[in-house]
């Protein structure tokens, strides 16, 4: 009997699928929310662009040293690929154990719950309560209340699941198509903003009461690296990117510099509109300046516009971040059915089931935002440690093939690890019981580990 080949992954997507996967992850509601935290925390504008300026500088340099790891190593997984080779298959376990379970699926739910509250502006009833669960899964301890809009969240999981399902290539169209309308729709506020003859450049050299000092610039840059976040999920798709040693370094780099304009641009057309102290406000700083600019209408047109964003935001975590589930099973650390390959449509196609599931149950709990909020300490241990491993492979394997080499080496690299620590630090002494929650979350994962490694 003849035995048919085990389906592998294809690399179907091109340059500018892989420069929309960048672009349309990053950018998704941040840019809507963050401006008013940023300037509580700083007080005036022209630091509110600084605290942008540098971390958009920090995240590309991450991207430039990604570009070299991602180049050499073009794998399924991104981290978790350069922390295997780096430092060893437990640190890589622990990555995946984290995006598996709190990290990537907890973001997923946190976009698609997103994504229907600003659907609720058109159609209030998603905010209605469907059901009231007398147990008590709620917060502190209460029943658990289902909304309508969760069922919705849940049902947007389930499509985007069921789109990337079907062949990578068919994710990453959509991913093409709904990244250029969400710029789009970014870049006519911005003009409109900046056109409309409301706003005034006074309001560039207005300030607020705020935190102030090293205390709130760490504030505001938790903001923007939480806006910037997703730069690297690109990474996680290497295996299926066509001639990946050129085109991933331009996506990481281009799609990068491409967010930072846009970010700053929207931030110019905020402050022209809206004084330090309106932005400080308000909740939605682009749906007040665009109320300020066209009324109501103005309000709906960034409630569509922050949808669309958020729509290619998140299909762009289902379409990268299965793939890191994927990679732990292929390794052997993970559920053996996760590394399967569907043999039609060559995507992996149990890690995208299973990812999707998981987050979709999180949006049913509702407690995917605490999770969220207690994985970030750990997770930027650990992206700290895959930017590093730059520096370990150059020692550990100098004859690594190097496509591309991150520009700036070491600098550049060190420079992203020595902020990555001070941000741990500053979080640490600002939230010790939600930092010390994050670790233990990550060690649960050590019997799994141990559990699988067994079985190998």
């Excluded at 709190?102 to 009833?125: C, W």
Aim: proline share 4%; glycine share 10%.
């Amino acid at each position: 009997m003849t035995t048919l080949p085990r389906a592998e992954l294809r690399r179907e997507l091109g340059l500018w699928a892989a420069v929309a996967i960048v672009v349309g992850t990053v950018i998704g509601s941040g840019i809507f929310l963050v401006p008013k935290n940023m300037v509580n925390a700083v007080g005036s504008p022209e630091l509110v662009f600084a605290v942008w300026i540098f971390g958009g500088v920090l995240s590309l340099a991450g991207a430039l040293t990604y570009a070299e790891l991602a180049a050499a190593m073009p794998e399924a997984g991104g981290e978790y690929v350069y922390l295997r080779e780096a430092y060893g298959p437990l640190w890589a376990f622990l990555y995946g154990w984290t995006q598996m379970w709190v990290a990537k699926s907890g973001s997923i739910a946190t976009l698609a719950t997103a994504f229907f509250l600003y659907l609720s502006n058109f159609f209030p009833q998603l905010e209605g309560t469907l059901c009231v669960i007398p147990l008590p899964l709620g917060a502190n301890g209460s029943p658990l209340e289902i909304r309508n809009g969760q069922l919705f969240a849940m049902l947007v999981i389930v499509i985007l699941a069921a789109i990337n399902y079907f062949g990578v290539r068919f994710g990453g169209g959509v991913q093409v198509a709904v990244t250029i309308v969400k710029v789009v729709l970014i870049a006519a506020l911005i003009v409109i903003g900046l056109t409309a003859g409301v706003g005034t450049t006074n309001n560039f050299t207005s300030s607020t009461a705020a935190t102030g000092g090293l205390s709130g610039f760490f504030v505001a840059l938790v903001a923007v690296l939480w806006a910037y976040d997703g730069w690297n999920n690109v990474a996680m798709i290497s295996s299926e990117i066509h001639e990946p040693q050129k085109n991933l370094p331009k996506a990481l780099i281009l799609g990068t510099l491409g967010v930072i304009v846009i970010y700053l641009l929207a931030n110019v057309a905020y402050f022209f509109v809206l004084s330090a102290s309106e932005v400080g406000k308000t909740d939605r700083v682009a749906a007040a300046m665009m109320d300020r600019v066209m009324g109501t209408k103005g309000a709906a047109a960034v409630s569509l516009a922050a949808m669309i964003s958020i729509f290619a935001a998140l299909n762009g975590s289902i379409l990268t971040g299965a793939r890191v589930p994927f990679a732990m099973s292929r390794d052997g650390v993970f559920f053996r059915a996760v590394g399967v390959v569907h043999p039609k449509w060559n995507t992996p196609s149990v890690s995208i089931l299973a990812m999707s599931a998981w987050a979709a149950l999180l949006v049913l709990s509702g407690r995917y935002e605490q999770l969220f909020t207690y994985v970030i300490f750990s997770s930027w241990i650990l992206y700290g440690m895959a930017t590093a491993s730059v520096l370990v492979l150059r020692k550990k394997r100098p004859d690594m093939h190097r496509p591309y080499r991150t520009l700036g080496y070491p600098f550049v690299p060190v420079v992203f690890v020595l902020v990555a620590a001070a941000l741990l630090i500053s979080t640490l002494q600002a939230s010790p019981r939600e930092s010390i929650l994050g670790i233990l979350i990550i060690v649960a994962g050590l019997p799994f580990y141990a559990y699988w490694r067994k079985r190998v």
